[in-house]
């Protein structure tokens, strides 16, 4: 059986892993010096969870594309807000329990919509870093927001933490499992039962929020 690696990435890490991204394309993370022999190998061995997982993906509906017409919703941090286009001379978008747009502005409104979220994004994301950095000791080098489609977020290799800013249309809780997964990495680098282990005692109810992210994942995109 022929499987397709779509990409491979390489690192310090000590074991193979296999990863479906969201549109269903496979990213194998290998050891540096793991022989490709050992690596296709693994990779039959999980194909038909492989196969499962893509055909998963592929079978689901399709995220529609948003149009930014008037009565349009949009999420934040969990909940839905209605979009109302208005003629004011106000700021081009402007959030306030719910969205406005100028009509005027409608053209560029993905542009827009995507400048506020990353803005949203850094500043959530940040004091949900801060918060958890004073409870647990964790020492990230810095935290920067990414345009990133299939990761919600990652940790590098000098402590720098990177999350999508998609990931700010998601409840708090979902946000917070996130940032604490990428914590636990400065700890542990891998996805070893060690690394579960330390999101586990951190984040005791990460499992629940790890399903929201599968089942629900497509939601949080413009």
Same mark, same amino acid.
């Given at each position: 059986m022929n499987i397709q690696i779509d990409k491979l990435a390489r690192s310090k890490r000590r074991t193979i892993a296999l990863v479906i991204e969201r549109d269903g394309s496979l990213t194998v993370r290998a050891p540096m010096r793991a022989p490709r022999?050992?690596?296709? %190998?693994?990779? %039959? %061995?999980?194909?038909?969870?492989?196969?499962?997982?893509?055909?998963?993906?592929?079978?689901? !509906? !399709?995220?529609?594309?948003?149009?930014?017409?008037?009565?349009?919703k949009f999420l934040y941090l969990g909940a839905l807000y209605d979009l109302k286009l208005i003629s004011a001379h106000r700021a081009a978008l402007q959030f306030d329990n719910g969205f406005t747009l100028r009509r005027d502005a409608q053209h560029k409104a993905e542009a827009l919509f995507t400048r506020w979220y990353k803005e949203r994004a850094l500043e959530v994301i940040t004091e949900r870093v801060e918060h958890y950095v004073r409870q647990f000791g964790f020492a990230p080098k810095r935290v920067k927001i990414s345009s990133a489609k299939t990761r919600w977020g990652s940790c590098s290799h000098d402590g720098s933490l990177n999350f999508t800013w998609r990931l700010v249309m998601a409840p708090l809780d979902v946000i917070d499992y996130v940032v604490l997964h990428e914590l636990a990495h400065l700890r542990v680098k891998n996805h070893s039962p060690k690394f579960w282990k330390v999101v586990e005692e951190i984040c005791p109810e990460y499992k629940k929020w790890r399903k929201w992210l599968k089942e629900n994942g497509e939601r949080l995109s413009l």
């Open positions: 022999y050992l690596i296709d %190998q693994f990779i %039959q %061995q999980k194909a038909d969870w492989i196969i499962r997982a893509q055909e998963k993906i592929k079978s689901a !509906p !399709p995220t529609p594309a948003k149009l930014y017409r008037d009565g349009e």
